[in-house]
């Protein structure tokens, strides 16, 4: 038990609609990072949040946008859908201090885009 | 550009035996830290155990052991005493200086059996 926890657990949406997921965190820890992982393969990094600002964000174009709030909930929306989004899209939240080894990562939401 | 390798897509291992999953990794950077993550068919991704590449010991924590060669550049886990609730897929990651961004590769399913 991580104490993330992602919603919703399965999503089936058309290409071109809008999705939002959501990840509660733990409480006190203050950055979170979204990761989508395709089927077969290791997680791909789309970006983090530290309080509250986007603090680094990877390969995933501006369709993909995120929020943080102050209660240690987060959310990734997706804009215009395409099929190749169809993957488990993982929440991780830390602690940021100086020296932080783990992620602790939430279930995922399996989206499936048709 | 950093990259991670792992070169076994499946392992199979007896209950009881003890098993080695590889993972190789390439990066420039003189500070680095490896990670080996869990991921059962629930999706949730399982902090393991980490490996900083300023640390002179093999990290270890309970039944997972890190076998970190530096100058190979490999940090290869090995379970020991396999039980059947370690059948899941294992990612090892490696986090990029000055952030909490992890770079994983494709992963190992690991089936044990009795």
């Known amino acids: 038990e991580t104490g993330v926890t992602q919603s919703p657990t399965h999503l089936i949406k058309t290409r071109g609609q809008q999705v939002t997921l959501r990840c509660s965190s733990q409480?006190?820890?203050?950055?979170v990072s979204w990761y989508q992982q395709a089927l077969g393969q290791g997680p791909q990094f789309i970006f983090q949040y530290y309080r509250e600002e986007e603090n680094g964000r990877g390969n995933f174009p501006p369709r993909f946008s995120g929020l943080q709030f102050p209660n240690y909930s987060s959310e990734l929306n997706v804009n215009a859908l395409e099929l190749d989004d169809s993957a488990l899209y993982l929440c991780?939240?830390?602690?940021?201090?100086?020296?932080?080894?783990?992620?602790?990562f939430g279930s995922g939401t399996q989206l499936s885009v048709l | 550009a950093q990259k991670i390798t792992q070169t076994q897509p499946g392992m199979f291992v007896q209950e009881k035996e003890a098993v080695t999953l590889d993972c190789t990794y390439d990066t420039s950077d003189p500070s680095y830290g490896l990670f080996w993550y869990k991921q059962p068919s629930s999706g949730e991704m399982i902090f393991l155990i980490y490996q900083g590449s300023y640390d002179q010991q093999n990290a270890t924590e309970g039944r997972y052991s890190l076998n970190f060669q530096k100058a190979r550049k490999s940090a290869n886990l090995v379970i020991s005493a396999s039980q059947l609730g370690d059948s899941a897929m294992y990612f090892c990651a490696m986090r990029e200086r000055g952030t909490d961004k992890l770079i994983f590769g494709t992963g190992t399913r690991l089936q044990v059996f009795p």
């Open positions: 409480s006190g820890h203050n950055t």
């Open positions: 991780a939240s830390s602690v940021k201090d100086g020296r932080n080894e783990k992620l602790f």
